[in-house]
């Protein structure tokens, strides 16, 4: 057979199904008949769901990550991007972290490259705005949001404090709404040990362009969310868009003018730039255009899944899968095993999967679920979304660690720490070799 399995993209679907491949395919693997490649810019897979966990110091980052070449010993990983799909010669593009780039011939291939942050043409957007669906970005968030409580702490000009205590989020998904959650929630707590910062001091502002907050709970569990985010004194606009964010001075539609420091930017996503590669069909939306069999339409030896990938719901004719965690963990399943169909020459099946709801957190023992039509809220609700993300994090190894940090918690303090000079560690060694010149 000797068959080379690409797979382009190490997120959900591209771990997950190199993961069943490695099961389901271990005597060809082990006769050298079958090989599998995985490419990804990172090394780990990173399980988003824990990133307003991370970023509020509930969890290690380290723990909600899973290193491809441990968790993948029979797999070779490659890190760099695809550029270029080349299908008709069965061969991408790569672009290493380093160096020239190559081409890497290939069997099939499995189009699994996720998304990034879907942004728009507003003036000032790169000045203050922040995305949040990497570890980077939510530890660099806390990061800020800490150091920010610093600078107001320290300066006596209320203009600069005003500032720094302002906060900014766009997009009430789960992304906006379970961040800025978290993230309030570990400023509160911080101010106990500032001396002139009060949690009142501390402003939020949630900005959403629609008329709801996390549509994914349904109508009753998003206005209870809403209503329990007002109660906590955070700002909620909407039917409202960011119209400019020059120099930190917003500027919302509804007319509201305010200086900020900070805009956390999760007002959607869209297809990983790879997908537009070549060699590929796409659909109205830019992802690739795939049967419910997680096949690409209209070529042979292709497969795609995740949120790169416009899935048809059989439960639901004439809609997609929702580019979202749930399906991306169970398509992986049923395209590993399709594809072994279709090494062996079997018929393949349907990707079938109803929608059983949605779970967030707000906060500690705070959150908001609905799930088979089950309505929870507070206290239950936070421990059913912990329940069911540990259950999805891969490897025993992570889910132990993920459990141990919950432990810890519950008897020690949370850490209000700013380590920002990480993202900037070569400042004090330039500033010190500076003073030796002068």
């Known amino acids: 057979m000797n068959k080379h399995i690409l797979i382009v993209g ?5 771990l997950y199904t190199a993961l069943r491949l490695q099961r389901r395919l271990r005597r060809e693997l082990r006769d050298n008949e079958v090989r599998i490649t995985i490419i990804d810019p990172q090394s780990y897979m990173t399980y988003q769901p824990f ?3 991370a970023a509020a110091g509930n969890l290690s980052p380290r723990h909600m990550v899973a290193p ?6 029979q797999v070779s990983v490659l890190n760099g991007t695809v550029t270029e799909v080349d299908h008709e010669e069965r061969a991408v593009t790569f672009q290493p972290a380093e160096g020239e780039p190559r081409r890497i011939a290939y069997d099939v291939i499995v189009m699994a ?6 942004t728009l043409p507003i003036p000032g957007l790169t000045d203050i705005g922040i995305g949040f669906k990497t570890v980077g970005e939510a530890i660099a968030l806390r990061n800020r949001v800490l150091h920010l ?3 107001a702490e320290s300066t006596d000009d209320p203009e600069v404090r005003r500032r720094a205590l302002t906060f900014v989020v766009v997009g009430a998904g789960f992304a906006g709404v379970e961040a800025l959650a978290e993230l309030e929630d570990m400023a509160k707590h911080s101010t106990r040990y500032y001396r002139n910062i009060k949690p009142a001091d501390i402003r939020w502002v949630l900005v959403e362009a629609t008329n709801r907050v996390l549509p ?8 209870w969310t809403l209503e329990q985010l007002r109660e906590r004194g955070i700002e909620v606009k909407l039917d409202t868009r960011l119209e400019s964010c020059e120099d930190g001075h917003v500027v919302l539609s509804d007319g509201t003018k305010f200086e900020a420091e900070t805009l956390v930017w999760t007002a959607g996503v869209k297809p990983s730039p790879v997908v537009g590669g070549g ?3 796409l659909d ?3 992802r690739v255009k795939t049967t419910t069999k997680l096949t690409v339409a209209g070529v042979t030896d292709a497969f795609a899944a995740g949120d790169a990938a416009g899935v048809p719901d059989v439960t639901n004719p004439g809609q997609y899968c929702a580019p979202n965690a749930q399906h991306a963990v169970r398509q992986a399943k049923v395209l590993a095993d399709n594809l072994v169909r279709h090494l062996r020459g079997e018929e393949l099946v349907d990707y079938r999967h109803k929608y059983v709801g949605s779970v967030a957190g707000l906060g500690l023992h705070q959150g908001v679920a609905n799930v088979y039509g089950v309505k929870l809220r507070g206290f239950p609700a936070w421990f059913m979304h912990r329940t069911y993300h540990l259950s999805r994090v891969p490897t025993l190894n992570r889910k132990v660690r993920v459990v141990v940090d919950w432990t810890l918690a519950l008897f020690f303090k949370r850490e209000t720490i700013s380590l920002g000079e990480m993202e900037h560690p070569r400042d004090g060694f330039r500033a010190a070799v500076a003073t030796t010149r002068r």
Do not use: H, K, N
């Open 51 to 53: 990133l307003p966990e």
């Open 216 to 223: 994914e709970v349904g109508p009753e569990m998003g206005a």
């Open 284 to 286: 109205e939306r830019g």
């Open 113 to 118: 490259a996720g998304s990034i942050s879907r």
């Open 68 to 73: 491809l070449r441990r968790v993948l010993p």
């Open 279 to 281: 060699g590929l069909p």
């Open 149 to 151: 409580l610093d600078v």
């Open 10 to 14: 190490g997120g959900y679907v591209g």
